[in-house]
């Protein structure tokens, strides 16, 4: 057998993890990506189509311009010349609309059956910039492709709810965990030290990109309580601030109204690769305070470096969340009942037994978001397409 992973050059982390996967099974991968994914040529029977190069975002718009409307004709060319009898989209490209509808429709015309995975059912109303050409475009993209990939059955029943997708049309496959992280030698202890983090601080990370829908906010709130007890806090804010200005100068006024400058880390820039390992291993804890989620790689990426998370009851991050032994679930937009987990957390054999306690996680995410198992998932998936 053989697909066409086409990756949208987005989520790194997840298609080297599936395509890892995937390559464990009778199959052969063209992966569809630019430079930023270079690692997955080094798998065995995949074929790497760098159509999109470099992506460096402070290059002059007519560049950029240039850039994209070559892509979108080497991938378009790429369709009418493969081999490949299903093409895998796992993101879409720039323009999204066009991608959803007329692009699909020329995959279909070149014979291609469509898989499409969806991340998130509808991006734009996590986002708050929800519009009738976002839904149309959506309900087209449910509608014209022949399989849909979901990473839970809430996502599923939205489908089928709001979308009318027929049942028999949509798989559930877990999340697979992020393992394709580099790791080092790096002890706790060290990463401390790299962030001068002292031994009695109780450290909390929020990590990825900031965004109304993270609820950063409530976070802050909670610590604003939790130094009420005297006990050490220190929050690592950790990634870039996604487009969202005017959210920022509210989280700063929260910040100076409670007084919480000294209580933080701030990294509020695009976090490297080759650093992530230092923010989880320094961390006791990861908090997730979503208001609106599908799913989050976050939580993976946690369990990869067997960080205990605190997550809202939003989506279906309760669904992957063990209490007691992977973490917690709070109220959303609650930030005393936040406060009150925190503590419970800390006051936990979770806690007390972390270092034990994080082997213990790791071998449980693993064994039950293993990539090997997602792309055996995924490969039965393809193999019932082309039967059919």
């Given at each position: 057998m053989k697909i066409s992973l086409l990756t949208g050059c987005n989520d790194k982390h997840y298609q080297l993890g599936l395509t890892s996967g995937l390559v464990k099974n009778e199959i052969e991968v063209d992966f569809i990506a630019n430079d930023d994914m270079l690692d997955a040529a080094k798998l065995p029977k995949v074929h790497y189509y760098n159509l999109r190069g470099a992506q460096d975002h402070k290059a002059p718009s007519l560049k950029k311009v240039s850039r994209i409307l070559g892509y979108y004709g080497k991938l378009i060319r790429y369709a009418a010349a493969s081999g490949s009898k299903i093409f895998h989209i796992q993101w879409f490209n720039k323009f999204i609309?066009?991608?959803?509808?007329?692009?699909n429709i020329y995959y279909k015309m070149m014979g291609r059956k469509l898989v499409y995975t969806a991340h998130n059912i509808n991006e734009r109303a996590r986002d708050g910039g929800d519009t009738r050409i976002n839904r149309w475009s959506l309900n087209f993209l449910y509608n014209i492709v022949d399989h849909i990939i979901v990473h839970t059955e809430r996502m599923k029943q939205q489908l089928i709810d709001e979308y009318h997708v027929a049942e028999g049309k949509v798989t559930v496959i877990p999340h697979g965990i992020y393992d394709v992280i580099p790791q080092s030698p790096l002890t706790r202890q060290d990463a401390r030290k790299k962030l001068n983090l002292r031994d009695d601080e109780r450290t909390i990370l929020f990590f990825g990109n900031i965004a109304p829908y993270k609820g950063l906010e409530y976070l802050l709130l909670s610590l604003a309580r939790?130094?009420?007890?005297?006990?050490?806090?220190?929050?690592?804010?950790?990634?870039r601030i996604k487009d969202c200005s005017a959210y920022w100068r509210e989280i700063e006024?929260?910040?100076?109204?409670?007084?919480?400058?000294?209580?933080l880390i701030r990294r509020t820039e695009f976090i490297p690769d080759e650093d992530i390992e230092i923010y989880f291993k320094a961390a006791d804890l990861l908090v997730l305070p979503y208001t609106y989620i599908y799913q989050s790689g976050i939580l993976f990426l946690a369990f990869n470096f067997g960080v205990p998370v605190v997550a809202s009851d939003v989506g279906s991050l309760k669904e992957d969340i063990v209490e007691g032994r992977t973490g917690y679930i709070c109220k959303p937009k609650d930030a005393e009942d936040l406060a009150r987990k925190i503590e419970q957390y800390f006051t936990s054999d979770l806690f007390n037994g972390l270092e034990g306690n994080r082997a213990k996680i790791i071998a449980y995410a693993n064994e039950k978001y293993s990539w090997a198992s997602v792309g055996q998932k995924t490969y039965a998936v393809y193999e019932k397409m082309l039967k059919n």
């Open positions: 609309v066009f991608d959803r509808t007329l692009l939790l130094k009420l007890s005297g006990v050490l806090y220190k929050v690592i804010i950790a990634g006024e929260i910040i100076d109204e409670y007084g919480l400058e000294g209580d």
